[in-house]
């Protein structure tokens, strides 16, 4: 899970800015908190929900997350550009580093990992893990120019072990992580803690799509019943789905796509292609052979009774967002604790559906933590959530972010959060001038 998350120099975040997952000292939805076991860890948050103006710099936190994590799971080829973007209202801020680091409870443990790079160079890395009473590094690399200048472990591991970090160490290229180098080669040591950012940390954008590979199986299945059901739940009229097969699929597919496809499909693991108008369509091998099926979805005609199909170009743009979002309340394959971040829960979603579902993630049972950045004022409401859960985020006068809670401003219980937001008491809302027209 998420404890904090820190960032400094990157887009419009300028100074150091701190985003946190830890409880305050609420009691209103009990619930909403993931209580820590024994002397180890903190009290989390099941979720939390950032409000801002336009361009204030919401959905650059949730970029500056997206790109720390792009570096440890991809990374940059050796010899190449880091793609970072510094803070740019300040020339001075162009040749400093930017910093990135992560606070995460993996099982009960806690560990803190970090990094500070420029465009050429991953200058700092570390990682450490927090304990009841102290903090443990377990590595610390420097890289200065063209070469790895130091770097320390604090796990005891044998010398054959040691050795074989160190040479890791010394190999690993100036542009990339030593935490990624280390996964590629097999060593077992911080793959937990890759593994969080690969597998744990969703991040959904409004034009990112959900696969729905499930369904794509061809027989019925927990994930496409309930998707119905949750499809059925938000009023969409969707009653069900069908799969077309598809008896000549390069008419609507590229054959580029399908060929290259082939080659890496197998009997087991199908794929989904998704085109520029929204269609689904699921490619799985059998005998050795190209099956494509495309999705469609069913509307009940009530005057006839009967069903009718329909393409996703005619289904709503509300209709499409919840398909990509729904999934997400479904529980994580191993029941894996999960960080799921959702920039502009709103788009294209009437304020009924970003409140409902947000309620219906609220009032599950789970180890998923729920991220949203959001312009929608109605889900200000401390009958659904926590005042701690609130977060907003505002430019000053040089263009620079700042991130805060609504905790800072202490409102009572009784405090109507919606109005006050409103009419600015919190900031985080756009200042408009009066044109002559």
Known sequence: MLIRFRVSNYLSFKEEAEFSMVAGKVHQHPEQVVRKTGNQGVDLLRAAMIY???????????????????????????????????????EAFSNQPSKFEFEIQISEKIFVYGFKLDNKRVQEEWLREV??????????????????????????????????????????????????????????????????????????????????????????????????????HFSTGICGYSLQSIKDPSVEIPPEILEKLGQELDVEHGATVITPDNQRFFIK??????????????????????????????????????????????????????????????????PSLSYEFLSLFLKQTTNKQLIVTTHEANLLDLDLIRRDEIWFVEKNAFG??????????????????????????????????????
Not at 61 to 82: C, N, Y
Not at 150 to 174: C, H, R
Not at 325 to 336: D, G, H, V
């Open 400 to 437: 620079a972010s700042t991130v805060y809670s609504l905790e800072e401003f202490s409102p009572r219980y009784d405090k109507d959060i919606r109005k006050g937001y409103i009419l600015g008491r919190f900031g985080a809302i756009p200042m408009l001038g009066h044109p002559n027209f």
């Open 131 to 232: 304990r009841a009473s102290s903090e443990k590094d377990i590595f610390y690399r420097v890289t200065a120019s063209d070469e790895v200048n130091q770097i320390n472990f604090g796990i005891k591991v044998s010398k054959k072990e040691k050795d074989l970090l160190e040479l890791v160490a010394q190999t690993t290229s100036p542009n990339r992580l030593f935490l990624q180098e280390c996964v590629e080669r097999n060593i077992k040591h911080f793959s937990n803690v890759y593994e969080w950012f690969e597998k744990s940390l969703v991040i959904i954008y409004p034009s990112s799509y959900h696969s729905l590979s499930p369904i794509g199986s061809g027989s019925a299945n927990t994930f496409s019943d309930s998707l119905v059901k949750y499809l059925e």
């Open 52 to 90: 801002g103006a336009n361009a204030s710099g919401k959905s650059n936190l949730v970029k500056a997350i997206d790109f720390a994590r792009f570096m440890i799971t991809e990374g940059v080829r050796a010899k190449s550009s880091i793609p970072r973007k510094p803070f740019k209202l300040d």
């Open 285 to 350: 091998k059998e005998a050795e052979q190209i099956k494509v099926s495309k999705l469609l979805l069913s509307h009940r005609d009530k005057s006839s009774g009967s069903n009718i199909l329909f393409e996703m170009e005619d289904e709503s743009d509300g209709t499409l967002r919840l398909l990509d979002l729904i999934p997400t309340l479904f529980p994580m394959k191993n029941q894996r604790s999960s960080v799921i971040i959702i920039d502009e829960l709103d788009r294209s979603l009437h």
